[in-house]
Nanobody
Framework: QVQLVESGGGWVQAGGSLRLSCAASGEIFGIAALGWYRQNSGKQRDLVATITSGGSTNVADSVKGRFTISRDNDKNVVYLQMNSLKPEDTAVYYC?????????????WGQGTQVTVSS
């Protein structure tokens, strides 16, 4: 079983910055991809950014140039640096990990962390 624990959410004024972190633990042989998604109440969960073990990234157009995803492969940690935040970035941010362990492939989600950007 793989656990993901997120931290770093909170409240910030528009134009400010926040940094999210997500640490994966458990029985992990390797994590192919780590990512961040966000969701508002009643809406679908949308991709924000993903990063592979090799460092390739995929970033949503809505946050490109403002958000940066990075990871520490040794620690199984993924970060999301969010700059120039806008009120429309307000959402619950979820960490996701896709990889393999002793029981085969896995896909896991964190519990979510709230980000609120005020105008």
């Amino acid at each position: 079983q793989v656990q993901l624990v997120e931290s770093g959410g909170g409240w910030v004024q528009a134009g400010g910055s926040l940094r999210l972190s997500c640490a994966a633990s458990g029985e992990i042989f390797g994590i192919a991809a780590l990512g961040w998604y966000r969701q508002n109440s009643g809406k679908q969960r949308d991709l924000v950014a993903t990063i592979t073990s090799g460092g390739s990234t995929n970033v949503a157009d809505s946050v490109k140039g403002r958000f940066t995803i990075s990871r520490d492969n040794d620690k199984n940690v993924v970060y999301l640096q969010m700059n120039s935040l806008k009120p429309e970035d307000t959402a619950v941010y979820y960490c996701n990990a896709v990889g393999h362990g002793p029981n085969g492939d896995f896909g896991s989600w964190g519990q979510g962390t709230q980000v609120t950007v005020s105008s």
